[in-house]
């Protein structure tokens, strides 16, 4: 497969149809993946138009891709969401999620992710299903706590 046929234009990263090579890449083997949304994107493209938000969409893809550099491969599965692959140990994921964590404070736009480790026998899409919803269960939790706090006030 000719590389601009899983490569997002936009952003350099991989995109969607990569996913498929990535599973027959590893197998049974193990991997780790984070399903990283932007937070409130579009909010960024009604009020500042669809050029900013494409610029915000690219700077988080060069964000993702040198924080992960070669420890894992990172995907635009669509809008604004993107997808990291990490093959490999829990160990690795943790350092990497540790350096993602740490990276937060120079990300271009704040993000809610979620992880989730492959387990016997699962496909790397029922891994993905499972990261996608540890992100929304994290940000209802985190949307949660500011509606609370703000009420406090």
């Not at 900013?52 to 990172?74: H, I, K, P």
Request: proline content about 3%; overall charge negative.
């Amino acid at each position: 497969m000719h590389d601009e046929t899983i490569r997002d234009p936009l952003t350099g990263c991989f995109n969607r149809r990569a996913l498929d090579l990535i599973e027959e890449r590893t197998g049974d083997g193990g991997w780790s993946v984070a399903v990283v949304d932007l937070d409130r994107f579009k909010y960024v493209n009604d009020t500042q138009g669809h050029a900013r938000g494409d610029e915000v969409l690219a700077a988080m893809g060069a964000f993702l891709r040198s924080v992960c550099a070669e420890d894992a491969t990172v995907i635009r599965a669509g809008g604004d969401e993107f997808v990291v692959v990490a093959d490999g140990s829990a160990l690795s994921r943790e350092a990497l999620q540790e350096r993602i964590d740490q990276a937060r404070k120079r990300t271009p736009h704040p993000f809610t992710l979620g992880w989730a480790s492959r387990e016997p026998g699962e496909t790397l899409a029922g891994t993905m299903k499972r990261a996608d919803e540890k992100l929304y269960s994290d940000r209802r939790l985190r949307d949660l706590g500011n509606t609370t706090h703000e009420r406090r006030r």
